[in-house]
């Protein structure tokens, strides 16, 4: 049934690749020599380059060109306008990305050129003042590309532009009495102001502040808007702002449809990696994974300007980031006063689930805060199972079946506040707080046949309870500065965050024959952890735009952590007859010091080839200690230094992007991983840390092709050395099983990757994304050699039914992957969600269902020495969701004259 839906999609996709090709071909055909609206060329070009223009409504009227047969079809992009509005006097500047802004061009008036040219033809004293000043807004942010105007005693006047740090300079003045006033779109006019230039040879002005004017920004037309995923050499980005511009949905839930993104056992993959690093606004999120994805499913889509996927990071990021970056950019208020969004979810499965949360943004002046609160009550039901044999003469059967619950009440606050001292120095401070309070309840068998699929003679059973607390503070310092023109810049950053939990688990044991009987004593556990974490960092970067075509980075970073952990285990039949259990008790206590350098080098040569070379160095220092009442001491070091260069070429071809990249990147096990003694489940299940494991190292080589932005297509391949792995095996003449973590050989992937996008009609868009992988994992210390190819699809269609309603539909299918010892088998997910937006935009009600046919299940085989298994891993992934959401403060703008997106003006504010 799974294979016949998706060779229908296959057929539908194959089918829209036609068409597009058909499109494409009529669209490069030679245009003739007639006129042309220029508006109409600018949608061409938009829907081309994926961009938006926006200007008042009046300029493009009745403009007509001939198109040049040598300049359309040219790749660069700025070439183009600048060939095409030129000759009729429109200048263009841009606004992000995706987004330009079209506006009359600035000239000498005809009063002032015949004034130039008499002066100097009777033979008048040359001027000598130059005059120097800046344009900003109300919060003292730079205006670039504004027009002043400066007008004589005689109202000859000239026009000049500010360039992008907002500054702009007249030459050549005479002492007297002048008037001056600054314009911009979208903002009101500064009015004439009086100066007076005399006595000095230079003279810097007053700033020019501009005040926000709501009414332009009614004039505006709007061309057709970009694609909400736009693939990069190094990055895919997913531009938000706009597109969600009320919705109750959360980053988490975008990251679940994101291409090339899996969230499976609280875990981030992205391209099939993991060890995926997660930043908010370029600083990293001190969390453990699991907070990591309690705080995305609590951030709302409304108050995020786009998400970058950076499978390709440079120099600048840290060797660790064997995953990839997943950077979120929130959205900055725009005007002075307060705005942000309030939502509401309940979601159930088996359980039911509720997050409430508030982002909330004010701006005064240069002072910008972000905040965001949301309390989760996370109540979910967990089931797995296995079927294990034990092989030889006398094979033996036992089964494992595992039923839980877990209550989880959290709540997560981030407040970041910005202070733009002026245009080239800010200061921002970020601050988190993660309470979380978890009950568990586990009801664990161990059920033995002499028979396959014969009834059970014996079993175990273990019941379990915990009583989490987790507090989890940290703090983030950022400062950025400017000079020398905007040519070089320093960032300084600083981080700590502290994290502590204790986890009291009770267990009780019952050891039961074929007749339900006693089969052995009973016995009680009583578990109590406590683990106390701090991280520290400290790092300095710096930017030199050498020019327009070149950039040198270079910096360095100091990083610590500290880790100390107390595990106590009591054991006894009765809660009066307890006494320590020495062989589960341990003391560990972890420190690691990682000193980082980097310079990275990015060069544009001609106008379609960009090279990217950086080489980070990083100096790792570790110890362990850990102490019982058995063992004594044990201590073990580490110090090591490793070099992680990467290259990146990128080549234009018409409308083809070729990219070349190379990365090598580490992998550092985690100081629970290194933890040598036993985490204990169940008398039949445990497992074993290994403070001998040393560090994987993976280099990765990858291909990729970009056709306009419809298609992306790439080819990669990664080769790791000492690949960290688990592994489940016998203990020695018991059933009991323990999963071992270590260094295991060499695990090779090779991957073609496919991604597909398209407006298909004026309101159905289709994303399709798939990946063909083979991998091969090979341990010489295991004797096992594991090899697979499969596949992974993932198609998206989103429906405008109307201005106020939306549907999005949402298929992932992954085929059986190979493991170190086993093999995961394929699953399936089919999503659903509509949304309603109504009380004038503001507000938008968001109904979901996740997992369909409740078919995305974790399961698979392993087979090790004598012991096989398949399992059966089910979680909650089929949820119902209703989300209402309300924004504090209306962001749209009716607009006038609207081709179309009437959205994005709630975002381009030049």
């Known amino acids: 049934m799974v294979f016949v839906k998706y060779l229908s999609l296959t057929l539908l996709l194959l089918l829209l690749l036609h068409i597009d090709l058909v499109n494409n071909a009529l669209a490069q055909q030679e245009p003739g020599l007639q006129a042309v609206q220029v508006k109409d060329t600018l949608e061409q070009i938009g829907k081309r380059y994926q961009v938006n223009f926006i200007y008042e409504a009046s300029l493009l009227s009745h403009k007509v060109i001939v198109p040049n047969s040598k300049v359309i079809p040219h790749n660069n992009l700025e070439f183009i306008l600048s060939s095409m509005l030129a000759p009729i006097d429109i200048s263009y500047y841009r606004i992000d990305g995706g987004?330009?802004?079209?506006?009359?061009?600035?000239?000498?008036?005809?009063?002032?050129?015949?004034?130039?040219?008499?002066?100097?033809?009777?033979?008048?004293?040359?001027?000598?003042?130059?005059?120097?000043?800046?344009?900003?807004?109300?919060?003292?942010?730079?205006?670039?590309?504004?027009?002043?105007?400066?007008?004589?005693?005689?109202?000859?006047?000239?026009?000049?532009?500010?360039?992008?740090?907002?500054?702009?300079?007249?030459?050549?003045?005479?002492?007297?009495?002048?008037?001056?006033?600054?314009?911009?779109?979208?903002?009101?006019?500064?009015?004439?102001?009086?100066?007076?230039?005399?006595?000095?040879?230079?003279?810097?002005?007053?700033?020019?502040?501009?005040?926000?004017?709501?009414?332009?920004?009614?004039?505006?037309?709007?061309?057709?808007?970009?694609?909400?995923?736009?693939?990069?050499?190094?990055?895919?980005?997913?531009?938000?702002?706009g597109a969600f511009p009320n919705s109750s949905a959360s980053i988490k839930d975008l990251l679940n449809v994101s291409p090339g993104v899996i969230i499976t056992n609280d875990l981030i993959s992205l391209n099939g990696k993991q060890g995926t690093t997660v930043t908010i606004n370029g600083s990293s999120v001190k969390l453990t994974p699991l907070q990591t994805i309690n705080l995305m499913g609590s951030i709302p889509l409304s108050s995020v300007s786009q998400v970058e996927l950076i499978h390709a990071p440079s120099a600048r990021y840290e060797a660790q980031t064997t995953g990839g970056v997943i950077n979120i950019k929130m959205a900055e208020a725009e005007t002075d006063g307060l705005e942000g969004t309030i939502s509401s979810q309940f979601s159930i499965g088996t359980r039911p689930k509720f997050t409430e949360s508030a982002a909330l943004n004010y701006k005064s002046g240069k002072i910008n805060i972000y905040s965001n609160y949301s309390y989760q009550n996370q109540h979910n039901a967990h089931h797995f199972s296995s079927f294990n044999t034990i092989e030889g003469i006398n094979p033996i059967h036992f089964q494992q079946d595992e039923k839980g619950e877990t209550n989880a009440v959290v709540h997560q606050s981030l407040l970041a506040v910005t202070y733009r001292i002026n245009q080239e120095h800010s200061l921002t401070m970020t601050g988190t707080a993660n309470l979380a309070h978890t009950q568990t309840n586990y009801l664990r068998k161990l059920m033995l046949s002499a028979t396959d699929g014969g009834l059970a003679d014996s079993a175990i059973h273990a019941n379990s309870a915990g009583d989490e607390r987790v507090r989890n503070y940290g703090l983030n310092i950022n400062s950025s500065h400017h000079f020398g023109g905007g040519k070089h810049s320093l960032q300084f950053n600083a981080s700590y965050a502290r994290f502590s939990s204790g986890n009291p688990v009770s267990y009780q044991n019952f050891y039961r024959s074929s007749a339900d009987s006693s089969h052995g004593s009973d016995d009680r556990l009583l578990n109590q952890t406590d683990v106390a974490l701090e991280l520290a960092s400290?790092?300095?970067?710096?930017?030199?735009?050498?020019?327009?075509?070149?950039?040198?980075?270079?910096?360095?970073?100091?990083?610590?952590?500290?880790?100390?952990?107390?595990?106590?285990?009591?054991?006894?039949?009765?809660?009066?007859?307890?006494?320590?259990?020495?062989?589960?008790?341990?003391?560990?206590?972890?420190?690691?010091?990682?000193?980082?350098?980097?310079?990275?080098?990015?060069?544009?040569?001609?106008?379609?080839?960009?090279?990217?070379?950086?080489?980070?160095?990083?100096?790792?220092?570790?110890?362990?200690?850990?102490?019982?009442?058995?063992?004594?001491?044990?201590?073990?070091?580490?110090?090591?230094?490793?070099?992680?260069?990467?290259?990146?070429?990128?080549?234009?071809?018409?409308?083809?992007?070729?990219?070349?990249?190379?990365?090598?990147?580490?992998?550092?096990?985690?100081?629970?991983?290194?933890?040598?003694?036993?985490?204990?489940?169940?008398?039949?299940?445990?497992?074993?840390?290994?403070?001998?494991?040393?560090?994987?190292?993976?280099?990765?080589?990858?291909?990729?092709?970009?056709?306009?932005?419809?298609?992306?297509?790439?080819?990669?391949?990664?080769?790791?050395?000492?690949?960290?792995?688990?592994?489940?095996?016998?203990?020695?003449?018991?059933?009991?099983?323990?999963?071992?973590?270590?260094?295991?050989?060499?695990?090779?992937?090779?991957?073609?990757?496919?991604?597909?996008?398209?407006?298909?009609?004026?309101?159905?868009?289709?994303?399709?994304?798939?990946?063909?992988?083979?991998?091969?994992?090979?341990?010489?210390?295991?004797?096992?050699?594991?090899?697979?190819?499969?596949?992974?699809?993932?198609?998206?269609?989103?429906?405008?039914?109307?201005?106020?309603?939306?549907?999005?539909?949402?298929?992932?299918?992954?085929?059986?992957?190979?493991?170190?010892?086993?093999?995961?088998?394929?699953?399936?997910?089919?999503?659903?969600?509509?949304?309603?937006?109504?009380?004038?935009?503001?507000?938008?009600?968001?109904?979901?269902?996740?997992?369909?046919?409740?078919?995305?299940?974790?399961?698979?085989?392993?087979?090790?020495?004598?012991?096989?298994?398949?399992?059966?891993?089910?979680?909650?992934?089929?949820?119902?969701?209703?989300?209402?959401?309300?924004?504090?403060?209306?962001?749209?703008?009716?607009?006038?004259?609207?081709?179309?997106?009437?959205?994005?003006?709630?975002?381009?504010?030049?």
């Open 99 to 241: 987004n330009y802004a079209l506006f009359k061009s600035p000239r000498l008036t005809q009063k002032q050129q015949i004034a130039d040219r008499a002066g100097k033809g009777s033979g008048q004293q040359l001027a000598s003042f130059s005059v120097t000043g800046f344009v900003r807004n109300t919060s003292g942010q730079a205006l670039e590309f504004s027009s002043i105007t400066l007008m004589d005693s005689n109202s000859l006047s000239i026009v000049t532009m500010a360039d992008e740090l907002g500054k702009y300079q007249f030459e050549k003045l005479n002492e007297g009495r002048y008037l001056i006033h600054a314009t911009r779109l979208g903002y009101k006019d500064s009015g004439w102001q009086s100066v007076q230039f005399s006595g000095a040879k230079n003279r810097l002005l007053h700033d020019l502040v501009l005040t926000e004017d709501p009414v332009q920004l009614e004039q505006l037309a709007v061309q057709p808007a970009g694609k909400l995923i736009r693939y990069q050499a190094d990055r895919t980005i997913i531009h938000l702002s």
């Open 538 to 910: 400290g790092g300095i970067s710096y930017t030199w735009k050498i020019n327009a075509q070149h950039l040198f980075e270079a910096g360095g970073k100091m990083a610590y952590a500290h880790s100390n952990s107390t595990v106590l285990f009591k054991q006894g039949k009765s809660s009066t007859d307890f006494s320590a259990n020495f062989t589960l008790t341990n003391i560990f206590e972890y420190q690691e010091r990682i000193n980082a350098g980097y310079v990275d080098y990015k060069g544009t040569f001609g106008s379609s080839t960009t090279f990217q070379a950086g080489l980070r160095a990083e100096h790792t220092r570790y110890s362990v200690g850990t102490t019982s009442v058995i063992s004594g001491d044990v201590v073990n070091n580490r110090n090591y230094i490793q070099l992680f260069p990467n290259l990146m070429l990128s080549q234009y071809v018409g409308r083809q992007l070729l990219t070349l990249t190379y990365r090598r990147q580490v992998g550092r096990p985690d100081y629970q991983d290194l933890n040598p003694f036993i985490t204990y489940f169940s008398p039949y299940s445990y497992a074993v840390g290994n403070q001998s494991l040393k560090p994987e190292t993976t280099q990765s080589l990858e291909l990729g092709y970009q056709y306009g932005s419809a298609w992306h297509l790439g080819l990669a391949c990664s080769h790791t050395n000492d690949y960290i792995g688990n592994i489940i095996s016998l203990e020695n003449r018991s059933l009991s099983t323990r999963e071992n973590i270590g260094n295991f050989g060499q695990y090779r992937t090779m991957n073609f990757s496919a991604a597909y996008q398209q407006e298909l009609l004026r309101s159905w868009q289709l994303i399709a994304s798939g990946r063909l992988f083979h991998d091969r994992y090979q341990s010489v210390y295991l004797n096992t050699r594991q090899a697979l190819t499969g596949f992974y699809l993932h198609v998206i269609n989103s429906y405008q039914v109307n201005p106020k309603l939306a549907l999005e539909m949402v298929n992932i299918y992954q085929s059986r992957r190979a493991q170190l010892t086993g093999t995961d088998f394929g699953r399936y997910r089919a999503d659903a969600a509509l949304q309603y937006s109504f009380v004038k935009n503001r507000a938008s009600i968001r109904i979901a269902v996740s997992d369909i046919f409740s078919s995305y299940l974790n399961n698979g085989s392993m087979q090790f020495q004598q012991l096989k298994r398949t399992y059966r891993n089910w979680d909650e992934n089929r949820r119902f969701l209703f989300g209402l959401s309300f924004n504090l403060k209306n962001r749209g703008v009716k607009a006038t004259q609207v081709l179309r997106n009437q959205e994005e003006l709630n975002r381009i504010k030049p």
